[in-house]
């Protein structure tokens, strides 16, 4: 990533170099400016402690912001959290927030959600920028053309007493995405189809740059989807080139910049694009024309294939390993090859998560389910990504769509895409989620989870098993 | 991060190859929510049996402790080294560490130091001769010293220069503190700051 300033560069490697504090020497790492730290609660209490047994202060105050998320409870959220572990992540972010003054949206206040759907919401994730957040899916943040790394606790305390981090430069690698997208298919089936192409550990050392015109042809929401589930293919960050799209979406949110500021820094922003020419480590291409609504069936996000298909064969694999993987997942998910994906009937449909919880995924959930009732024999969870998304789902009268079709409207939080709260499957329980991990016991211990975008969410939860919204349709007009 | 010179302790012997993180702190321990205070953590469900040397009265204050090839194995948790370090051992003697493991020690002001396994042996037969048997470690020369004989040992040169300079990461970046003031100084003042709050939901 050191090319010239005069020789064509890649999106990565512009925001890369306009960050180095110190330009590392011999194979050591270079020292990188972080302008946005996120906080939550599960991994920033060992970063705080070290600074009080260090002495230290947090450095910058003003780019660091706090929420909580992962453990917050998604019903009775004024009553006192039943889980202690739970309980006490809350109390010591809320004491470490006071005692050094960071900027906290705590559970009730209107601004508390998950942190990468928070971010966004306020203006603060912004194009060019850097961002690291002790969570993987920070990768979320790179749809504005910024670098979002996932961070360690010792990362967030170096962060948090230097506003720097020492990193390694990364090689890039194009993901385009040409053509027009088939009415039903999104930007989860997009990404989706991308893992389960490179495979989980495909991205290892890339940052992904998604490109392409079924790329720019996403909403913010949609790319947001995309650069979230980079961290899946291994990859240590995903970015999309800010556009017009881009600023419309960051213009007038509260801490955008305004007047002559909103002007030098769309300027800026313009330069950011990858040039023509410039080099990327690896290439791959997907055909945005030819995609389907896309389905996980084993226990990694690589681990997927369209709805329309069967279950596959282990046997079918050219890979021992991924044939001795494929066996262990179907057991796990208790499948059996050949059986149609769309004949696989499920307990729970959860909506939700920093992947799909924001507010055009509520609309495009509720556009799909407005007037009908759920299959009675499943549970549907919908969860908005943060207190200002229920809000203003709640203003556009999606709440009272989601109660009329008999799931729960919930509060915001990470809730069952990874159950540290209350919300968890039970042993056995299968559920089509919006989220984006289905590792073994991820939602709950035993559970069994399908990754799906919401609109196959949505058609899941009408029907009862894994559904497209052309079935949905087919049997409206039936 | 204190600065690591020499160090005079009792050895504690730990005749066991293959220590793995989940041992060196259980994962029920990985709940908390501090960096420090993690002695009670330390081995803690060998500590359960009488017979563990750590209960031994001698052996108690120990503060070098030699053990059999391949320490640390297992798990990344850092939780592995802050236990040590909370417990009081300033200093690991193996054969082979876990590479995460010795870069993690490395951070914490913890000297893993390898020393070949006949000498491991050796140093065990000492202290078993002497129970609570004084060790000096020493960073300068790279030599620990037992019962009059002295046995070198072996530590990456950058990783020993960083313990004797006392520098945890942070210290280590904070050498380049002008420049990342310089930096600062630098940034358009457009770019994002969370402080003073804008609120959305107001409007
Ligand atoms: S919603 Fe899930 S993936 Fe996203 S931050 Fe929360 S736990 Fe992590």
Redesign the interface.
Known sequence: MYTEESAPRTLAEKVWNDHV??RGENGEPD?I?I??HLLHEVTS???F??LR??G?GLRR?????ATEDHNTPTLDIDRPIADP?SR??IQ?LRTNAAEFGV?LHSLGD??QGIVHVVGP??????PG?TVVCGDSHTSTHGAFGAIGLGIG??EV??VM????L?LKPFKTMAINVDGILRPGVTAKDIILAVIAKIGTGGGQGYILEYRGSAIRALSMEGRMTICNMSIEAGARAGMVAPDETTFAYVKD???A?RGA??D??VA?WRTLPTDDGARFDREITINADELEPFVTWGTNPGQGIALSENVPDPDDFADENDRAAARRALEYMDLTPGTPMKDIPVDAVFMGSCTNSRIEDLRAFASIIKGKTKAESVRVMVVPGSA?VR?QAEAEGIDKIVEDFGAEWRFAGCSMCLGMNPDQLAPGERCASTSNRNFEGRQGKGGRTHLVSPLVAAATAIRGRLSSLSDVAEEVMA | MEKFTTVTGVGVPLKRSNVDTDQIIPAVYLKRITKTGFDDALFAAWRKDPDFVLNDPLYKSGTILVAGPDFGTGSSREHAVWALRDYGFKVVISPRFADIFAGNSGKQGLVAAKVPEPNVERLWELMDASPGLELTVSLEDCTIVAGGETFAFDIDEYTRWRLREGLDDISLTLRNEDAITQFEARRAGWLPKTLPIASTVAE
């Open positions: 504090v110190v020292l400016y302008d946005l209490p060992q970063a402690d070290g047994a260090a230290r105050l003003d780019q660091t912001i572990t006490t992540q010591a900027r209107a601004e919401q306020l203006g603060l994730t912004m920028i606790t010792s305390e170096h007493a230097t506003q720097t020492p949110k509260p801490h910049p500021d909103w030098e820094a800026y200002k809000l």
